[in-house]
């Protein structure tokens, strides 16, 4: 922790003033939201010697127009899109190609989740040694792999953005204009024609979207007046409205909007986006103090560790506090139950303190710039190790909550994950060449200090 309050202090001091400190901002409130709202949903049993949960969001149906409120994944694409514009500017800017920042961006998402894709299955392999029953083994990494979702959609985008940010520098706000017809058209397809894979292809264009307008925040292309924004909020609403509540499309953004996403999802974003935009010059206001900034900084420093391990929290925290009946089991529909929410919720947060402080370590290392040498062997490793770990995401990712194996997941994702985690670790530190007449490791300079 002492080491953590030193990078704070270190990074508030070199914050330029030019610096958008809101981008920082929502990136921590999106996730810190995320965690707050899978938390809330989760509804537990045990019953029977028998552990067990569900969707509270499946049952609940007045709590749909809340999801309009914690669905803020479109904010993180956002602010995504800003920083990996940003990020890739300055590296261009330094001579650096796109394959070379695509291995220094992914470092960090990935120094995390390979953390996760070893400890769960030797955690998983142990328990079921010690005679866990293997179905329960089962459903818990399945929740724990939850976050993998959106996870994934990310790491897809970053690897695509040396291709979407040169398209950007030419199309400008019509590149992501195009996308969102594009979604528009795939979700009219899915719906209307039950066209499987090409309705589907909205996993990938939704977020691309919202991130390739994160492009146009950063370059002052969406730089609009506090009044023209709240007219993106109000039309963004109108258009949310007419279509759920009004439409044909359900009010819940969990769920049915999110999978695959929707012309709803898409007018939730408008509204979202509209949002940032109005507040951004408050909000960088007020971050200009030392107390908020420094806040700020200290949660993005652990975020990643946060999201990817919130929902093994949960799975820990139903696990001693459940069977031990340390928390009641009152009916869903009940006020008891709301009213438990808040041990529930604070149980978790506990677990999850526990597991940043174990884990938070990883994310914080800072090792020192490198740059692989340039050439067929990188850029073939490169494209070979990041195929591997996306698939292993996406196997598991897809994979229901039912008996998983031994690993308690995929051990097909799980190996190709770890594979191409490796492959992509070689590539990222084989050093320049001496004499090769490229960038040496100390001369690649620093993109962007938001790296995912």
């Known amino acids: ?88 500017a300055s590296h261009r800017a330094s001579g650096g190609d796109g394959i070379g920042w695509v291995l220094r961006r992914t470092d960090r998402l990935l120094r995390p989740t390979t953390a996760l894709f070893v400890v769960l299955p030797l955690v998983s392999v142990a328990a079921v040694a010690a005679g866990v029953n293997s179905e329960l083994i089962g459903h818990a990494s399945w929740l724990a792999s939850i976050p993998l979702w959106f996870l994934l959609a990310y790491l897809v985008l970053v690897v695509l953005t040396p291709w979407l940010h040169a398209l950007h520098r030419r199309a400008g706000l ?11 058209v795939a979700d009219l397809l899915r719906r209307g024609l ?69 012309l709803a999802l898409m007018a939730l974003a408008a509204t979202q986006v509209g949002l940032v935009l109005a507040l951004a010059p408050a909000a960088d206001r007020w971050l200009r103090r030392t107390g908020p900034w420094s806040v700020v900084i200290a949660v993005n420093a652990v975020i990643l560790t946060v999201f990817l391990w919130h929902m093994t929290a949960a799975a820990v925290a139903a696990a001693l506090l459940f069977p031990t009946g340390a928390l009641p089991q009152p009916p869903l529909h009940s006020t008891a139950w709301l009213l438990w929410r808040v041990p529930w919720i604070a149980a978790c947060a506990l677990v999850l303190v526990v597991l940043v402080a174990l884990f938070a370590r990883i994310e914080l290392r800072r090792s020192a710039p490198r740059s692989a040498e340039r050439g067929p062997w990188r ?59 490229r960038l040496s490791p100390r001369s690649t300079p620093g993109g962007h200090v938001c790296t995912w």
């Not at 598991?396 to 799980?414: C, E, K, Q």
């Open 174 to 184: 019509a590149a992501p204009l195009a996308t969102v017809a594009i979604v528009a």
């Open 1 to 88: 922790m002492r080491g953590l309050a030193a990078m704070v202090r270190d990074l508030a001091a070199r914050t330029p003033e030019s610096r958008e400190r809101s981008v920082d901002m929502w990136r921590a409130l999106a996730i810190c939201m995320v965690v707050f709202g899978h938390w809330f949903v989760v509804a537990v049993t045990y019953r029977d010697g028998r552990l067990s949960g569900y969707n509270a969001l499946d049952v609940l149906s007045w709590l749909d127009p809340v999801t309009w409120l914690f669905q803020v994944m479109p904010i993180f694409f956002l602010v995504g899109g800003y920083a990996g514009s940003a990020s890739m």
């Open 194 to 262: 039950h066209v499987p894979v090409v309705g589907t292809s909205t996993y990938l264009f939704a977020w691309m979207a919202i991130y390739q307008f994160g492009f146009c925040w950063r370059d002052g292309l969406l730089r609009l007046s506090r009044g023209k924004a709240l007219a993106v909020v109000a039309g963004g609403l109108v258009a949310l409205i007419g279509l759920t509540v009004v439409g044909p499309y359900p009010v819940g953004m969990v769920g049915y909007n999110t999978a695959p996403p929707t």
């Open 379 to 437: 850029d073939g490793a490169t494209v070979l190790g990041l195929a591997a770990v996306l698939a292993g995401l996406l196997l598991v990712a897809v994979s229901g909550p039912g008996y998983r194996g031994p690993t308690g997941l995929p051990w097909a994702g799980v190996l190709s994950y770890l594979c191409g985690a490796a492959v992509l670790r070689v590539a990222r530190t084989r050093p320049v060449l001496p004499g090769s007449g």
